[in-house]
């Protein structure tokens, strides 16, 4: 599932295990989309809440970064 914010987006997929499949940790990656979509972060939680948060938190500090002035 793909969730857009702003010139972001993040994926959040659940992993599985590949002989029983059970469920195991959530897996999410972080997007740059412009000017060419580029994966930014990777990154694995234990719940849906924890990897949503981590990618949105990734995406905050990313956006903080270009705005701030340079040195």
């Known amino acids: ?3 857009h ?3 972001f987006a993040y994926d959040i997929e659940q992993l ?3 002989l029983t ?3 195991l940790k959530w ?3 972080v997007y740059r989309l412009r000017p060419v ?3 930014v972060q990777r990154g694995e939680a234990e719940s849906r ?3 949503e948060e981590m990618a949105k938190r990734m995406i905050s500090k990313l956006s903080n970064n270009k705005h701030r002035p340079a040195a």
């Open 1 to 3: 599932m793909r969730i």
């Open 49 to 51: 809440e924890e990897a």
């Open 5 to 7: 914010e702003g010139n």
């Open 37 to 39: 979509e580029e994966a």
């Open 27 to 29: 897996r999410y990656t």
């Open 21 to 23: 499949q059970l469920p």
């Open 16 to 18: 599985r295990d590949p």
